[in-house]
């Protein structure tokens, strides 16, 4: 049995294509957007 997980770089609440900015590259802190719905993410290590 495969079970296929969602594409992370998708937009969970439209679908579309998530773009991303790095706001700090020494913590690899991540911004990510959706500029149909502007759904915004940000990432960071733990």
Known sequence: MK???PD???C???GDPL???I???ERFL???SCV???LIR???PA
């Open 3 to 5: 079970r296929d997980a």
């Open 36 to 38: 149909n719905c502007g």
């Open 12 to 14: 969970p609440t439209c």
């Open 42 to 44: 940000t990432t960071e």
């Open 23 to 25: 706001l700090d590259d």
């Open 30 to 32: 991540v911004a990510w």
């Open 8 to 10: 992370p770089r998708a």
């Open 19 to 21: 773009r991303f900015e």
